[in-house]
């Protein structure tokens, strides 16, 4: 879009763009989300950044009004497969913040000075003022949504001093915390706010309920349905209670393990997120993971308008308004997945990786219900005695080599990883095929732009919507055509596939594998 699309934009107030841009007006100094509903500034007065940090690194602070930085995250940062996107996915999950500049660059694979300069071409802002800005969003958070002591909000959202955290809840948004969660208490929303006190003592925080923001609509139900099927027992669980469901997992963080709770909210603009987080540190990735798992920054309507132009798919589009395509929390808990449920049902693939679990899953210090266990990392499997694991000959062999290849980064499916070359380094291991490489990349690394045209459900589902001949074996070539018309969202059109079959799954391929 150019400027005068975006002013067009802004002055119908329309929240399709809310996170694709920001809004910055000099006569004021403040910057909203597009469609914040104060009077439409004069065009003069107005500027547009790709960033809340790029407002912010200008000298704009956050509208009190419209709240930009609750606003879910840019869609462009899944679909983005270069350089630019892999740094934003590698900031949003804190590497900065637990390694700095150097760690992402490393991850990159570029100098600091090169990948400051990218970052604030395509950005407007650098690394380090693209994590502040972060750190910012995750401390209001906290501040209007739980009573967590200040000093806990600092670090939890990532700030390395109580000082540093004052500084910036200032600068960013021209008022202190304390300030903050005064006007959070008077303006009514005291009802959705989570009562945990913080530690005591030192102990863990108690658990936290959030809002995770999302871009509507959203099919949850749908989404739920697809990750309850699909759950590892003592990892993950869905409950019903009084008609409502919730999602239940284990979480493995980078200073130490947590669960999560996700549940609808009441008006579809948010879902419920409850944490419980052995450290506290580890708030931000838990939430950005979350994000992921749900697919939240997705731009629904973007993909709804595209895929529903196609003929094939558009009585499915309009069945499924809001569908998402799942991601994961733990790439390498994926991928293992994935391969030991090649060639068997879903829930027989369940039981294998619940045996797993139970024998080389770190237990949780206190489980949560019926989670028990973290799911075994590469580290733990790579340890394990082949002949133990519960699985064919070939399979265990093909679990080891995953598990060396993972551990020893050899294949990397971090959130900064470039999905061109792991999917390639996967296709070099045995016992992984096009379609198994294909399923990771589509969840482990949220690509939205993947299509498995040998999948049977797949071929069935096309079947069944009207396209005779293709659910035999021959009818690949042609399904894999048709997907090209629906670039760049053909992971989208693949569940609107798997959408077609009753129940809510895929029901194998050619190389089937747990879906």
């Not at 003592?201 to 609509?217: D, T």
């Not at 579809?268 to 987080?277: A, E, K, N, S, T």
């Not at 095929?433 to 993947?450: F, K």
């Not at 009818?475 to 997907?483: F, G, I, M, N, T």
Request: aromatic share 6%; hydrophobic share 40%.
């Amino acid at each position: 879009m150019g400027d005068d699309e975006r002013y067009e934009a802004t002055r119908s107030k329309d929240a399709r763009f809310d996170g694709w841009f920001y809004v910055a007006v000099t006569s004021t100094g403040i910057y909203c989300r597009p469609s914040c509903p104060v009077v439409t500034p004069k065009r003069e007065n107005v500027r547009f950044y790709a960033s809340a940090a790029a407002a912010q690194t200008s000298g704009f602070r956050a509208c009190k009004r419209c709240r930009p930085e609750a606003v879910p995250g840019s869609p462009q940062w899944n679909t983005r497969a270069d350089v630019t996107g892999r740094a934003m996915r590698l900031i949003a999950d804190g590497v900065v913040d637990r390694g700095g500049v150097g760690a992402l660059a490393s991850a990159i694979g570029y100098s600091r000075r090169q990948l400051h300069r990218l970052l604030a071409t395509e950005v407007g802002a650098g690394p380090l003022a693209l994590a502040r800005a972060q750190r910012a969003q995750t401390a209001r958070t906290l501040i209007d949504s739980s009573e967590l002591p200040l000093a806990d909000v600092a670090f939890a959202a990532g700030f390395s001093s109580v000082r540093q955290f004052n500084e910036t809840v200032r600068q960013v948004f021209a008022c202190t915390p304390s300030q903050l969660r005064s006007r959070a208490r008077d303006t009514g929303r005291d009802g959705d706010r989570d009562r945990s006190r913080g530690r005591e003592h030192g102990s863990a925080p108690g658990p936290l309920r959030l809002r995770l923001a999302v871009r509507p609509p959203i099919d949850l139900a749908r989404l739920f349905r697809f990750l309850a099927v699909r759950a590892v027992p003592g990892v993950e669980e869905y409950v019903e209670e009084n008609g409502n469901g919730e999602y239940r997992r284990v979480l493995a963080l980078p200073h130490s393990t947590g669960a999560v709770a996700l549940a609808p909210g009441d008006t579809g603009r948010y879902v419920w997120c409850r944490l419980r987080l052995d450290d506290i540190r580890d708030l931000g990735a838990a939430v950005q993971r979350c994000r992921r798992l749900l697919d939240l920054d997705a731009d629904p309507q973007a993909v709804a308008a595209s895929l529903g132009g196609c003929p094939v798919l558009a009585p499915l589009v309009r069945a499924a308004p809001g569908l998402r395509s799942p991601g994961h929390v733990t790439a390498s808990e994926l991928a293992v997945q994935a391969l030991i449920g090649q060639q068997i049902s879903l829930s027989a693939a369940r039981t294998v990786a619940g045996r797993l679990t139970a024998r080389y899953g770190e237990p949780l210090a206190a489980p949560v219900g019926g989670l028990t266990h973290v799911f075994p990392t590469p580290e733990a499997l790579l340890d394990a005695d082949p002949a133990a694991l519960p699985m064919p000959g070939a399979r265990k062999k093909a679990v080891h080599a995953l598990a060396k290849a993972l551990a020893s980064g050899r294949v990397d499916l971090g959130p900064g990883a470039d999905r061109e070359e792991s999917e390639r380094r996967l296709l070099e291991l045995p016992g992984i095929g096009p379609w198994t490489a294909s399923y990771i990349r589509m969840r482990a690394l949220g690509d939205p732009d993947v299509f498995m045209p040998t999948d049977l459900g797949v071929r069935h589902a096309l079947e069944r919507i009207g396209r005779p001949g293709s659910a035999r074996p021959d009818s690949a070539r042609a399904a894999a055509e048709l997907a090209g018309t629906w670039r760049p969202w053909r992971s989208y059109a693949l569940h609107h596939l798997w959408s077609v079959l009753d129940p809510p799954a895929p029901t194998g391929g050619t190389a089937p594998a747990v879906r």
